[in-house]
């Protein structure tokens, strides 16, 4: 089964980027539909996507951080990118990668994900 392990996450000055990357393994043969996204989440809040990336490339981002933040994917690396710039103390919380098979589009609802990494602090002041 699929297995998401989140790294890159610390503590930022307002204004400032950060690289969030997501190592996927255990990827069933012959499969190619893996769609995947960031969501972020602050204690006694519900999580919340941030930005999703279908199997085809296309991309969805909260409004919130739009024109701010970058989702990709390097296959080659199996690894999933979430380019964090012109931070936000709003934006501090946890961030977390998630992964699920057959989606074709990119969705921003945690309801559609099933592979959950275990999570990175990202801390804005």
């Known amino acids: 089964h699929v297995q998401l392990v989140e790294s890159g996450g610390g503590s930022v000055q307002a204004g400032g980027s950060l690289t969030l990357s997501c190592t996927y393994s255990?990827?069933?043969?012959?499969?190619?539909?893996?769609?995947m996204a960031w969501f972020r989440q602050t204690p006694g809040n519900e999580r919340e996507g941030v930005a999703a990336?279908?199997?085809?490339?296309?991309?969805a981002y909260a409004d919130s951080v739009k024109g701010r933040f970058t989702i990709s994917k390097d296959n080659a690396k199996t690894t999933l990118l979430l380019q964090l710039n012109s931070l936000k103390p709003a934006d501090t919380a946890m961030y977390y990668c998630?992964?699920?098979?057959?989606?074709?589009?990119?969705?921003?609802?945690?309801?559609?994900?099933?592979?959950w990494g275990q999570g990175t602090q990202v801390t804005v002041s």
């Open positions: 990336i279908a199997p085809n490339d296309k991309t």
């Open positions: 998630a992964a699920d098979y057959g989606l074709q589009r990119p969705h921003l609802p945690a309801s559609w994900y099933t592979v």
């Open positions: 255990g990827l069933f043969a012959g499969r190619n539909d893996l769609g």
